[in-house]
């Protein structure tokens, strides 16, 4: 019971003390995806040891579609955009590195966040589905190379954020909770937690031009304490990130159980 209030409180604390030293010390994008994702990963992977193998295998392998298909096309689109990065490239010539590690962190807290609280006492095996991701974004980066080389232009597409959140978010996650309904209240759990957490590290970031919103193209705008976001942003990112990192991981790496 002690260390379940201890992790209540820690999971409460830590994102407060990130805000609040990220904003004191004006944070960069690297600097503050340590602050907000480092500091809880570490000590939930401590709590859980033998998840730690099983989750960084699937925050990368998610994660590398993810920069390289959905960043671009963001990007190109003006839907977001890193201004600045303190690497000395950016991948394809318009990703920050940041970018990567950012959602290499996310993924793998909400893997181990969800672990930690609602999948323990497992088998922290990976399912043979795994091949079926693999093989269905593999084809997706090789569609992708080809039509960057051969016709780049069709990446420019008008609202962009909202195609791209209807494809990956709001077609297959509520017909994975469909198929798979025993886990909608893990999910719900989970998500509540991440609505706030990705808020905060959202408002931060907005705050501290860490990254920023320069097309005119979203179905419509969110104010928050001043901070203006996208529609879309609030929806798919600060709303339906957690759940949807999670129908992945469970259809493809967990038991759906």
């Known amino acids: 019971m002690k260390k379940q209030k201890l992790d209540l409180f820690l999971i ?6 990130a805000i609040i ?18 500091p809880i990963s570490i000590y ?7 998840a730690i193998k099983k989750t960084l295998l699937s925050s990368c392998v998610f994660s590398i579609p993810i920069f390289i298909i959905v960043d671009y096309i963001g990007t190109i689109n003006g839907t977001w955009y890193v201004p600045s990065t303190i690497f000395p490239f950016r991948f394809l010539e ?12 996310l993924v793998y807290l909400v893997i181990m966040f969800y672990e930690h609280f609602f999948d323990k006492n497992k088998k922290e095996s990976i399912d043979k589905r795994i091949k079926y991701f693999y093989f269905i974004f593999g084809l997706g980066l090789i569609s992708f190379f080809s039509i960057l080389f051969l016709k780049p232009e069709l990446f420019y597409i008008n ?3 909202f195609w791209v959140g209807l494809l990956f978010i709001l077609i297959p996650v509520p017909l994975f909770l469909f198929f798979y309904p025993s886990l909608f209240t893990k999910f719900m759990k989970t998500g ?5 957490f990705t808020l905060l590290l959202e408002l931060t970031g907005v705050h501290l031009g860490q990254w920023q919103f320069t097309s005119d ?5 969110v104010d928050l304490f001043g901070n203006k976001l996208p529609f879309e942003e609030f929806f798919f990112f600060v709303m339906l990130t957690a759940v949807s990192i999670l129908s992945y991981y469970e259809f493809f790496i967990d038991d759906r159980k």
Request: glycine fraction near 4%; charged fraction near 10%.
């Open 12 to 17: 409460i604390l830590l994102p407060v003390l």
């Open 21 to 38: 030293i990220a904003l004191i010390f004006k944070a960069n994008f690297l600097i503050s995806t340590l602050l907000f994702f480092a």
């Open 44 to 50: 939930l992977s401590y709590r859980n040891k033998k």
């Open 94 to 105: 318009i990703l920050p590195v940041e970018d990567y590690i950012w959602g290499v962190a």
């Open 159 to 161: 609202y962009a954020y």
């Open 192 to 196: 509540i937690y991440f609505f706030f």
């Open 217 to 221: 193209q979203y179905i419509g705008w």
